[in-house]
Structure formats: C-alpha cells, structure tokens
C-alpha cells in the first residue's frame, strides 16, 4: 500500500517532500518541495522559486495555475524556509551554483510525471532560475516566468562601476562573512502580512519583517549573476517578465508601499529583460507592489490577466 501524504504546513492539499542534497560546509543540506495538485490527472506542471528572506506561501497563485490545468510545485531552496536547518546561516551561499543541485532535484521530481513544465521564479529566484535554465536546458520546459527579477544592483551608480566590482570580489575571497550594514525599514512585509497591513499570512520567521543579514560573499556571488546575465543567456523558452512601473523608496508606511516596487529598481528590470534569450516580453503592470502576485486585489487581477494572456499565446498545451 503506498504511504499517507506528507501535508505541508499549508495544510491539504499541499504536500511537501524533502530532497537531501549532502553536505556543505556548514552540514546537512536539503530543499523542499511542495505540490498542490491539480483536479483531474495532468502531464502539465509549475515549479516555481522564492527570492530572498521569503519562501512558498502564495496560495493564489498555486490554485491560480491549479485551475488553467497543471500541477503546481514550490521550491523552498537550502537554507530558506521549510529548508533552513538550525546549523545554518539563513540565505546564505557564496556562489549561485550552489542551488543547482536543489533545482536539479526538483525538477527531476516534476518531470518524472510531468511532459510540460513551466519554470516561474521571483526576485533572487529570478535571477538563479535563468542562469540554471540557461546552463542545464532541461527537457519538457514550455515558458518561463519571473516576477520582478533581481537583474541588476540598485542605488547609487558608482556601487556598478567595475571598481566597485574588484573591491566586492577582493573582499569576498577574503571576508565572505563580513556583514554589510544596512537599514531595512520593515515596511514592505508589514504591507503584505495581515498582523500588519496586508491580507496574507505567512511565518515571520521564515520572511522576517526586517529581513536577514546580507554578507559580503553572498552579495559576490549575486553580483558575478548579473555579470552572467548581462553578457546574455540564452533560455530556451518564451520568457514572461513581470514587474511594477515604477519603483519608491519609503521608509513609512502609506500608499506609496502598496503601489510600488520598494525593494527593486523596475528601470533596471526592463532593461536587462532582453539579455534572457531570443524571445521575451517585459510588461510593467501599473500600480503592482514588488512581488507582483501579491499586489492589491484589482492590481494583481492585471497580473493574472497578463500572465493568462502570454499562457495561451505562447506556452503549449
């Protein structure tokens, strides 16, 4: 008789599976992977990835993709959320590649039972998940979508200048754990989460209101992304960008938080978009908060209404 399901902490039907990946410098590793299926039986599948300080939560969306046919998947990466064991620094790896293994699992188990897969990511996520695309090519991948990929470093210009780049790589090599001060004013969790002024729940522990500690070698190893990223990739399907029109940097809370990206520079998105692959469209959604998906009710109905539009246009059924 096969095993009862693992039920996720979503509850059912969410299940959730753990995936050991060995070892790292730090001990055990492992990611997590959770599945809401769909109603009737489906070769169709979803596998999407969070970005930083975050992790799966977004059950809008899962049943959003449950509805238009496909089973949907949930990567919790090593070392966030449902993965983050109690020897581990929160978030933390020196080189992107280091979530390879984790994506090469999860999509191992999705297309096992699975012909058609899109690959969906956000954030970091979003610049991970096309550098993993780009390198392994895995086969049965129909469309890519990212909502609000991190393309580029925001703020002052001279933090992109190639002097600012030796200086992080030198100081990476030689104090990979060297904390970068930072203020990190809360107000873009507390506009999500409804203890705060938001309508969702999830575990501030696992997406903390402050975030979590940002290190010099985790910084290098975005930083060497974007580099990758700009040179051009070559994804080998349609890609879907989402993102605001326009980003603000708010340090209270108001209506400024809920109707910006407050965390990226939507200017940069747009820009590096096209480096993906030959085939991208870029879309910036008026009034959309950073994780577009989560934005206010009538904005992420814009959301849904654009990624439906690009589904049926570009992504086999």
Known sequence: MPSDPTYDVLGA????????????????????????PAPEPTHRAVLHVHGFADYFF???????????????????????????????TPNYVEDLREYFPDL????????????????TAHSTGGLTL??????????????????????????????RT?????????????QPRRLI????SGVYTQSLHRDHHGEFDFNLDWKPVESYPVYVG??????????????????????????????????????????????????QIRRWASSLGRHVTSIAVDGARHDVVLSLPEVR????????????????A
């Open 13 to 36: 039907p969410y299940t959730v599976e753990t995936l050991d990946l060995g070892e790292d410098a730090e001990g055990p590793v492992v990611a997590t992977l959770v599945h809401r």
């Open 58 to 88: 977004h059950t809008e969306y899962a049943e959003w993709w449950n509805a238009r046919g496909h089973d949907f998947y949930a990567l919790d990466l090593r070392k966030y959320g449902r993965s983050l064991l109690q020897h581990q």
């Open 104 to 119: 090469d699992a999860a999509w191992e188990r999705v297309a096992r039972d699975h012909t058609t897969v899109v690959a």
């Open 130 to 159: 096309p550098l993993w695309l780009h390198e392994r090519r895995p086969e049965g991948l129909a469309g890519v979508f990212l909502n609000s990929p991190w393309f580029d470093l925001q703020g002052s210009a001279w933090l």
């Open 162 to 174: 190639p002097a600012a780049r030796i200086a992080l790589d030198r100081m990476g090599s030689r």
């Open 181 to 184: 001060p930072r203020k990190v």
């Open 218 to 267: 985790w910084l290098r190893a975005v930083r060497r992304g974007h580099a990758e990223l700009h040179r051009g990739l070559d994804v080998p399907a349609p890609c879907l960008v989402l993102s605001s029109t326009t980003s603000a940097w708010p340090t209270t809370m108001g209506d400024a938080v809920h109707r910006n990206d407050v965390v990226l520079d939507v200017e």
């Open 301 to 316: 109905a814009k959301v849904y209404d654009e990624l439906d539009t690009w589904l049926q246009a570009w992504v086999p």
